[in-house]
Structure formats: structure tokens, C-alpha cells
């Protein structure tokens, strides 16, 4: 599949031609207002954070806890209804519709395109959570079940960590991929937010209102971005000061990131077959080694058994964890789920992009099983072996290294009780730091598209400048403390975003069936 294939269209079907609004300036070729504003907007939102640190703490603090507690009811319906949405697209005849047309051939391998999906989606958040979320829950759990009841506590624990991370997570991510593959690859318009309204607003989508969500995708990737680069240099931090006792200082944090960004330049100069492919591809190789060597070096059995009843307590325990009525776990259900559902529709324009662009030539119905069920079932495999691992170290030996570790250490607690732990803690801080490259990468291509106006051919400078501005503005936040608020910020764009999505929703299904019945 050639790029410039994808940017062939009528614009007389859609009224707008591919970067007719871009200027060329500097030898960039940027989309005009788009760059500008969500440039301009990016250095003042982190420069006002950083300048009124603990008024922005405590506004966008509260309103964080008023959003997830007052909109709990609608985060579930629609996180809901996006897995519903996906997995009836799947089950029904539009499954058959293919993301370029009857004769596109996709460009990547099943390997190479789940890898992607992976690397781009969550990965990251199972190095971190896979350990700690299930022994979490186990001793907290949901549903008002005693923690009492080992048995019924762990049934509970293990699904709520797999809810997070399963069905419901991907769906959302799901939505926004196909949305965007689809009416870019079939309907010939950008791969950006505002061509998955065109359904619905017509040609209006290329003013006011198209900018507007471009921009708000932007800004909700980039501080997602730069959030996730400071939280995640931390992590590596916290290992590093684990195993060789190196100073988890602040100024070790930004030469970290500083790393992290270089080596992602370095990506982004080799381009998406041979950048962000071949490092997903490297990670997913080395996450599968590090689980398979806890299968084996771990309790093998339990590792197995925990699997299969994960499964069945998982689609037992699901219509509980999302029903929104009658709950009275809060610090679950608004401090876990509701913040989760929030985070990923506000982080759901990275994600979603970035899949629907190395999706062309999949059906409706492969696209669906691949980002919404595999990735699902490479949870639950992921939650069953390290959780289960470190559940069963805890109820069996009362070893209490994971419950009582701070969260960046609980993974490597967990491989403290097994053999080659130095080793295998180093590979394991190694991989937490490739995946963040990944991340990275993926988000500045992200970013580069949306601004060039939905040209997947834009000067490689841009995405260099956005990645650039990414790791800047997650060191601008650690030297000014604001990184707190900006994470409740990005939080906040998940309300609106979440109507976006639904709109979304009835925008590919309008645009699908004429797909199938053209005329």
C-alpha cells in the first residue's frame, strides 16, 4: 500500500480537498488554524499550570472527583454501549465491509499489526498494573465482598483488574479506530476526528467545528503523552533505584526522558515500518519471554488454573462491574472504573488514530476481533500469570513485599521471589522503557497527521517537532510540579469526548450501511 494512494480522492463527494487549507512555511506543511492554535494553547495551558501550581491543583482536582462521581451513570452507559456497538458491527452483515475497499490488501501481517495495537494501546499500563490491580483489588475488593472470604475476594480481584484492562477499554479504543479508518481509507477524507461527523454535520465538519475537535484531540494527546512520559520515567526511576540503587532524583527523571524522546527521534526519522514496527515487535517478543519465564519459574499450575476461572469469574462478574445503579463501593467504582473510563475515551484520539492507521485492508469483522477480543484475551493471560503469581505468594507463603511495595515497585517485589531476579528485573525496566519509546512515536505521528491537516505524507520535521514538544512539556511539568493537574485536566476532556464518541458511533453506522447498500 503506497501512502500517496490513501490521499487520492473526488473532493467534489466531500467538499473539501486533502491539506487545501495547509500553508507551507519553514518546509513544514501544516494545517491552518490547527498547528497554530493547538501549538499556542499547548505552551500556555503548561505555562499557566506552572506559574498558578496549587489553584490549578485544586480546581482541576475537584473537578476531576465532581466529574467521575456526578457522570459515573454516563461513563458506564457509554463504555458499555461501545462494546455492545463493536461486538454487534462484528456479529452482523457490516462485518463483511473492508477498511479501503473490496480489493485492499492490508499492508502489515497479523504479527506486526497486533504488536502495534499493543504497544500503541496498553501495554505500558500491564507492566505497571498487571501486578499490582489484581492483589489490589483482592485486598480491597469490589462489589461490597468481604475481603474476609479469600476465595469470593480473589474471584472479584482478578476480574476487576481484567474489566479494566479488557472488553470495555478496547471498545472504546475501537470506536475511534474504525471510525477513522473507515471514513479516511473508504470515504477517501483525512485521518482526522472531524472526518468521522461527516455523516452527521456535513460539510461543516471542515470549519469551525472540525478545528475545534482537532485541536481538543491534539491538546488531550499531547498532555496524555507528556503525563504518561513523566509518570513513566518515575517507574523506571523507582527500578533503577531498586536494583542499583541509583538516586531516583528529579534530575535523573528528565535525563531519563530526555533518553526516552532521543531514542524516539530515532524512530520517527525511520518511519513507521521501520521505527515503531520493529520496536513493537521488539516489545512484544520480550513481554511474551518475561511471561513465559514466569510461567515457568513461577507456580506453573496455579499460573494455569488461575487463567481458566479468570475467565469464567470475568463474564460472571461482569454485568456487576458495569452496572452503575445501586453501587455503593465508591472508592472503587468512581476512584478505579469511572477514572479508567474517562482516561481512556480523553486518550481514545492517540490510540483510536494511530490503530485505524495501520489497519487498512482488515473487515469490519477482523478489526473488531483483533482490537477488541485478542487484546482482551492477552489480558487476562497477562493479569492471570503476574497477578495470579503474586496473589498466590501472598495467601500461600505471606509473602506481603507486593501489597506493602509503592506502585512502581510492585512488579519487580513480585520477581523478587523468583530465580535470576536482577536480570530479569533489568530486561523487565529495559522493556517499560521501550514501550514508552513506542508510545512516543506513535503519539507524535498521531499529532503530525491531525496538524498536517490529515496527510499521512507530512514532512517527518513535524512529527520531530511534536515529539520534541511532548517530552519538553512532560520535563516543564516535573520541574514544575503541575503534572497533577494536567493529569486531572486530561481526565476532564474524557466528558465531552465521551459525547463525541457516541455521535461517533451513529456517524460509522450511517456510514457502513451505505457502504453495504450503495445508492
Known amino acids: ?90 456479529a452482523s452483515k457490516l462485518g463483511r465491509v473492508r477498511l479501503g475497499g473490496e480489493d485492499a490488501k492490508p499492508r502489515y501481517g497479523y504479527p506486526g499489526w497486533l504488536a502495534m495495537l499493543f504497544a500503541a494501546g496498553v501495554g505500558i499500563g500491564l507492566m505497571f498494573f498487571g501486578v499490582l490491580e489484581p492483589v489490589t483489588h483482592t485486598l480491597n475488593p469490589p462489589l461490597d465482598i468481604d475481603p474476609a472470604n479469600v476465595d469470593a475476594a480473589r474471584a472479584a480481584g482478578m476480574s476487576a483488574a481484567i474489566y479494566h484492562w479488557g472488553l470495555h477499554a478496547w471498545g472504546i479504543y475501537a470506536i475511534v479506530g474504525l471510525s477513522l479508518a473507515f471514513f479516511c481509507f473508504n470515504r477517501q477524507m483525512p485521518l482526522t476526528l472531524r472526518s468521522a461527523f461527516f455523516p452527521l ?18 491538546l488531550s494527546t499531547l498532555f496524555g503523552l507528556a503525563v504518561s512520559l513523566a509518570f513513566g520515567a518515575e517507574q523506571i526511576a523507582g527500578g533503577l533505584h531498586y536494583l542499583f540503587d541509583t538516586p531516583a532524583s528529579t534530575f535523573v527523571k528528565i535525563v531519563l526522558i530526555i533518553i526516552i524522546i532521543c531514542i ?21 517478543a520480550l513481554a511474551g519471554l518475561l511471561m513465559l519465564f514466569v510461567i515457568i ?8 488454573s488461575t487463567m481458566g476461572n ?81 496473589l498466590d505468594q501472598l495467601f500461600t507463603t505471606g509473602y506481603m513485599g507486593v501489597a506493602e511495595a509503592v506502585p512502581e515497585l510492585a512488579l519487580f517485589k513480585m520477581l523478587e521471589q523468583l530465580p535470576f531476579t536482577g536480570i530479569v528485573s533489568t530486561i523487565s525496566v529495559f522493556l517499560i522503557a521501550i514501550f514508552f519509546v513506542t508510545s512516543a512515536d506513535s503519539g507524535s505521528l498521531v499529532m503530525d497527521i491531525i496538524t ?25 511539568l516535573m520541574l514544575g510540579g503541575g503534572l497533577g493537574s494536567l493529569q486531572a485536566m486530561t481526565i476532564c476532556i474524557g466528558l465531552p469526548f465521551a459525547v463525541v464518541l457516541l455521535l461517533m458511533c451513529v456517524g460509522l453506522l450511517k456510514g457502513l450501511r451505505e457502504e453495504q447498500n450503495p445508492g
Open 264 to 284: 524516539a527521534l530515532a524512530s520517527v526519522v525511520a518511519g513507521l515500518d521501520k521505527g515503531v514496527k520493529r520496536l513493537s515487535e521488539l516489545n512484544m
Open 310 to 390: 479468570a475467565v469464567v469469574d470475568y463474564i460472571r462478574h461482569l454485568p456487576a462491574l458495569s452496572n452503575w445503579i445501586g453501587r455503593e463501593d465508591d472508592a472503587f467504582f468512581h476512584g478505579w472504573t469511572t477514572f479508567y473510563w474517562a482516561w481512556w475515551i480523553a486518550w481514545s484520539p492517540f490510540v483510536g488514530m494511530f490503530i485505524a492507521r495501520v489497519s487498512y485492508g482488515r473487515t469490519v469483522r477482523e478489526f473488531i476481533t483483533w482490537v477488541l477480543i485478542i487484546p482482551t484475551v492477552i489480558g487476562i493471560a497477562w493479569m492471570s500469570t503476574f497477578g495470579g503469581t503474586a
Open 1 to 90: 500500500m503506497d501512502d500517496d494512494n490513501l490521499t487520492e480522492h473526488d473532493a467534489e463527494d466531500i467538499g473539501h480537498e486533502i491539506g487545501e487549507h495547509n500553508i507551507e512555511v519553514l518546509g513544514l506543511d501544516i494545517h491552518n488554524p490547527v498547528f497554530a492554535i493547538s501549538a499556542f494553547l499547548s505552551v500556555a495551558l503548561v505555562v499557566m499550570t506552572m506559574l498558578f501550581q496549587e489553584q490549578a491543583a485544586v480546581i482541576f482536582g475537584n473537578l476531576r472527583t465532581w466529574i467521575t462521581s456526578a457522570f459515573d451513570w454516563f461513563f458506564m452507559i457509554a463504555a458499555n454501549i461501545f462494546v455492545l456497538f463493536g461486538l454487534g458491527l462484528a
Open 201 to 218: 454535520f456535513g460539510t461543516r465538519v471542515w470549519g469551525a467545528f472540525g478545528h475545534f475537535v482537532d485541536i481538543v484531540a491534539v
Open 452 to 476: 498536517a491537516g490529515g496527510k499521512l505524507d507530512a514532512p517527518v520535521a513535524q512529527r520531530v517537532f511534536w515529539c520534541l514538544l511532548s517530552g519538553m512539556v512532560a520535563i516543564a
Open 297 to 304: 519459574a513461577g507456580p506453573t499450575l496455579v499460573i494455569f
